[in-house]
């Protein structure tokens, strides 16, 4: 049997400036990259070393699959029917002025 572990990359820069994510296209903060870091780190604890890392086409989840892949010494394959789902015309905009609401992730 196989395990599948699903990744989601953390701070990204769009959070930080309160603008909606989907599929634009922001990298991450110095703590996503952290974060990501932590990440791989534990999964190598894990022994995974070389498994296959699967990461749609967005900066943000590609900086969060290199940082893990350093660690596995795995290869990554871009994808990008992996994004997350779009917000049309909202995404990049400010949060404020189209209405939606995201989580603060301030102090996490």
């Given at each position: 049997?196989?395990?599948?572990?699903?990744?989601?990359?953390?701070?990204?820069?769009?959070?930080?400036?309160?603008?909606?994510?989907?599929?634009?296209?922001?990298?991450?903060?110095?703590?996503?990259?952290?974060?990501?870091?932590?990440?791989g780190r534990r999964l190598h604890e894990l022994?995974?070393?070389?498994?296959?890392?699967?990461?749609?086409?967005?900066?943000?989840?590609?900086?969060?699959?290199?940082?893990?892949?350093?660690?596995?010494?795995?290869?990554i394959e871009t994808d990008a029917r992996l994004?997350?789902?779009?917000?049309?015309?909202?995404?990049?905009?400010s949060v404020k002025d189209v209405g939606a609401?995201?989580?603060?992730?301030?102090?996490?």
């Amino acid at each position: 049997m196989k395990e599948i572990f699903i990744v989601t990359h953390t701070q990204a820069t769009h959070h930080v400036d309160r603008l909606v994510g989907g599929w634009f296209d922001s990298e991450l903060t110095a703590k996503g990259l952290n974060d990501a870091k932590a990440c791989g780190r534990r999964l190598h604890e894990l022994e995974l070393d070389g498994v296959p890392i699967y990461s749609s086409d967005l900066t943000r989840t590609r900086q969060t699959a290199q940082a893990i892949a350093e660690c596995l010494g795995s290869p990554i394959e871009t994808d990008a029917r992996l994004r997350e789902m779009s917000f049309g015309t909202a995404g990049g905009r400010s949060v404020k002025d189209v209405g939606a609401a995201i989580p603060s992730h301030e102090g996490n």
